[in-house]
């Protein structure tokens, strides 16, 4: 059993920035896959962001050379630094972690003002 807990969102306006970040409950050492994705109103889940445990990424090309993934093997912790956020990042974003089946955290409120 895997649990994230994810923490950093907000309401922010256009052109600012955020981190997200996601603790595990377990070490990511053991994890496979973590990653970013959003739910926006009406619309499907999405990928946004992967790291993998040899430190591989995707990222969606909607977020390309704005956003960033990255890990911290010490703290159990992924993060998505948000940059040059745009009124179409508004989403519920879940942490994502593989570890031998799906997990996700409770989602955290992304809002990016015009």
């Known amino acids: 059993q895997v649990q994230l807990v994810e923490s950093g969102g907000g309401l922010v306006q256009a052109g600012g920035s955020l981190r997200l970040s996601c603790a595990t409950s377990t070490s990511i050492f053991s994890i496979n896959t973590m990653g970013w994705y959003r739910q926006a109103p009406g619309k499907q889940r999405e990928m946004v962001a992967i790291?993998?445990?040899?430190?591989?990424?995707n990222y969606a090309e909607s977020v390309k050379g704005r956003f960033t993934i990255s890990r911290d093997n010490a703290k159990n912790t992924v993060y998505l630094q948000m940059n040059s956020l745009k009124p179409e990042d508004t989403a519920v974003y879940y942490c994502?972690?593989?570890?031998?089946?799906?997990?996700w955290g409770q989602g955290t409120q992304v809002t990016v003002s015009s």
């Open positions: 994502y972690a593989l570890y031998f089946v799906n997990y």
């Open positions: 790291i993998r445990s040899g430190g591989n990424t």
